[in-house]
Each structure stands twice: as C-alpha cells, then as structure tokens.
C-alpha cells in the first residue's frame, strides 16, 4: 500500500473547491502548470539559497499544496470534461520535471551527496516512465510502490522538515538517498512486473 491509495478520500474532500474552479473558468492545464512553475521556481530558490537552512520549510508547505493541485487538475479533467491530450502530456511531463527540481537543493546539503540525489533524480524518472508505458502493453497506467510519487513527497517533505528545523544532520542520513534509489529501483520492477501481468491478462 502506498499514500496514493488515499487519493479517493483527498478528492473527496477537494470536491466543492474543484467544482467552484470550474464555474470560475478554471482549467486543469492552468492547475497543472501552475503546479509546475511553483516547484521549479521554489526549487531555484533553494538552490540559490541552500546556506538558509530554514527556507526549506517552505518545502513541506508547498509539496501539500502541489498533492492538492495535482488531485484537482486530474478532477477537473475526469469530472468537468477538460481531458485533452495536450493534458496528458502535461500532466506527466511537469510532475517529473518538478519532482527533479524539488530534489536538486539537497544535493547541496551535506551529508548527501551530489551523485547520489541525481541517481534518485534519475530513477525516479524512470519509475515514472514504466508507469506510463502501462497502456503499452495493454495494462492501465502504473501506480505501484514502494516509492510512487506521494511516497517521494513525503520523504523529501520530512527529510525539509529536519533541515528546516535546523535539527543536527547526521552522517547516516546519507543513507537516505540511497535507500530511495533502491526503492525506485524496486518500484520500476514493480510497475513492469505488474503492468506486464495486467496486459497478459487482458
């Protein structure tokens, strides 16, 4: 089980909001680039200012916010009748784009290190991209853990919170980057294995 399977309950909670955005006029593709640009823009910043340990509570605030966006631009696609195709590339092309940017600033904190946070830049990308391959093969579009894309943003909201609260960064917290490499590798094999067992069974 990951956090993902809790998104039914979230959206129902985000319900009366998305329905008041869609009578405002607002889109799912404005939500979901919205989302993006916040996450790159807040991504540069902490980059610029990784020395400020506590802007990175600014991170925690903003990856719940972004799971709120991302919920809202996929109902307002599925419910208001806004799915496009130009949609879907853009929904799963600004999540890894900003997944990427909310992970680089900690490639300047120590004690993780710069190869190890790209490795888990690069993976991530690649869990995502197996995901997406499901209906390539005749299975839907892959979720499976251990390491989806809300089990990230809970990693990196808790591994900002630390920072942010200037708590003492231990030597093994350097673990952390590679454990979730692992994980990301696991989840890739997952979404494969999973996706490949759907579409045989189709």
């Not at 340990?53 to 925690?60: E, S």
């Not at 916010?65 to 600004?94: P, V």
Request: glycine fraction near 8%; charge should be positive; include cysteine.
């Amino acid at each position: 089980m990951t956090l993902y399977d809790l998104k039914p309950r979230f959206q129902a909670l985000l319900r009366p909001l998305v329905r008041r955005l869609a009578d405002a006029g607002v889109t799912a593709n404005q939500v979901t680039l919205a989302a993006a640009i916040g996450s790159v823009a807040l991504g540069a910043l902490l980059c610029c200012k990784s020395h400020n340990h506590a802007l990175f509570l600014l991170l925690p605030v903003w990856l719940a916010l972004r799971m709120a966006l991302n919920a809202i631009d996929g109902m307002l696609a599925r419910e208001f009748g806004q799915k496009s195709r130009l949609g879907g590339y853009l929904n799963e092309l600004c999540d890894v784009v900003s997944d990427a940017a909310l992970l680089l600033p900690f490639a300047l904190i120590e004690p993780f290190s710069q190869p190890t946070v790209f490795a888990v830049i690069g993976l991530a990308i690649v869990a995502e991209y197996a995901g997406v391959m499901g209906p390539l093969v005749g299975a839907s579009r892959r979720y499976d853990g251990p390491l989806g894309k809300s089990d990230r943003a809970a990693l990196v909201g808790a591994l900002a919170l630390w920072i942010g609260l200037g708590l003492p960064l231990a030597p093994w917290m350097a673990w952390a980057m590679p454990a979730a490499a692992l994980l990301l590798v696991l989840t890739t094999i997952n979404r494969v294995r999973r996706g490949l067992q759907e579409g045989n069974s189709a």
